[in-house]
């Protein structure tokens, strides 16, 4: 919320953005997860190549996470996995500061790390840095983020696809030409991706937009409720709003609800957490449709894809990660409260299989 791009999960979806929480951090400790049984890993049978073969392997994972349990649930899958390969994992967290974030990358590439894995940020302030850990050797793989240094590996959730399977259940919903709104950001990767699909729908349903506002903060739910608020007091008229970013998506429902709009109004989303589950279930919800992926399945996926590409084995340089439609309906009828039990429900959830070989132990999530 994915910060250039968003999760988000990712803006998430992400997201992914200047997502922005005060301060910084850096770690080499596994984060405690929220509500998430603790991930195991299935055991490697293949023989490990080098780096691997010779001992721990020095990585860095350098990020600008936001607001939000998407981002700690990344995390988590990121070094649960990480721990799993023998990686040695220093986790660099900017958050709300892209001076910091090129810092921590600086210092990343000076630390001896021999992948360097990008989490989020903005293209304008670490691109340079980029080009340095690739003149120097490092591999490098960036996810929901902007580069076009060759030699670096991109991953990324599929945006379009996001974005396309949560508009295909807004169609049915409100129909054709309907009166909607949209809440969106411009300038962050992921959701101008999510934007590009919702114009195209709009424009193909006959929708009639009646407003858009939006802004990513430090506290981008709280924020958007006024002007969310605002543009409902004008248009109280409208019968569905597209938010494509989770917090974004949160400050809609409050905004809805405030104006007491909830059985008028229906909201449909971007990205998918425990938080996200508890809300879009809750009583008199408008929130009635998101998609996403598993936020820690996919940091557990970016850690594969460094290893791989550590290891010479990767062979492409772009990998993504399909979304699944997720609709209140289906949550509430498998009485799913939590990310566990969303995974139990739907299996095209797991990316286990996703840039893996035998020699590799997969985290369970």
Not at 32 to 52: E, I, L, Q, R, V
Not at 137 to 146: C, F, M
Not at 350 to 364: C, F, P, R, Y
Request: glycine share 6%; aromatic share 6%.
């Amino acid at each position: 919320m994915s910060r250039t791009r968003v999760p988000l999960a990712a803006l998430s979806l992400a997201s992914v953005s200047a997502l922005l929480l005060a301060g910084c951090s850096q770690s080499t400790d596994a984060s405690k997860s929220t509500g998430d049984t603790a991930a195991s890993a299935s055991a490697a049978t293949g023989k490990k190549p080098a780096p691997f073969s010779k001992g721990t392997v020095k990585v860095a994972l350098v990020r600008q996470s936001g607001a939000g349990d998407y981002f700690e649930q990344w995390g988590n899958g990121a070094k649960a996995q990480a721990k799993a390969l023998g990686i040695d994992l220093t986790t660099y967290d900017a958050q709300a500061d892209n001076a910091k974030q090129a810092t921590d990358l600086s210092s990343a590439i000076n630390s001896g790390a021999q992948a360097i894995i990008i989490d989020h940020g903005f293209p304008a302030t670490i691109q340079p840095e980029i080009d340095k850990a690739v003149k120097k050797g490092i591999k490098v793989v960036v996810y929901d983020v902007e580069t076009k240094t060759k030699g670096v590996v991109s991953t990324e959730q599929d945006d379009a696809s996001m974005a396309q399977a949560v508009l295909d259940v807004m169609a049915k919903s409100v129909g054709k030409n309907a009166k909607v709104g949209y809440v969106n950001v411009a300038g962050y990767a992921a959701l101008d991706k999510r934007d590009t699909v919702w114009k195209k729908t709009a424009d193909a349903q006959g929708w009639k937009q009646e407003f858009k506002v939006g802004k990513v903060t430090d506290s981008t739910a709280t924020d958007n409720v006024p002007l969310v608020s605002a543009a409902l007091t004008q248009h109280s008229d409208v019968t569905g709003i597209f938010a494509p970013y989770d917090e974004l998506a949160k400050g809609t429902v409050l905004a809805v609800q405030n104006k007491k709009l909830q059985d008028k109004v229906k909201v449909f989303g971007a990205d998918v957490s425990n938080a996200d589950i508890q809300n879009m279930t809750a009583a008199h919800s408008p929130w009635v449709a998101t998609a996403g992926t598993d936020p820690s399945a996919v940091g557990a996926a970016v850690v594969r894809t460094a290893a791989l590409e550590l290891a010479g084995q990767l062979n492409k340089d772009t990998v993504s990660f399909p979304a699944v439609a997720i609709t209140q309906d289906f949550l509430r009828k498998n009485k799913i409260e939590n990310m566990d039990q969303l995974r139990a429900a739907l299996p095209a959830l797991n990316l286990s299989k996703v840039s893996t070989a035998d020699w590799i132990s997969d985290v369970a999530h």
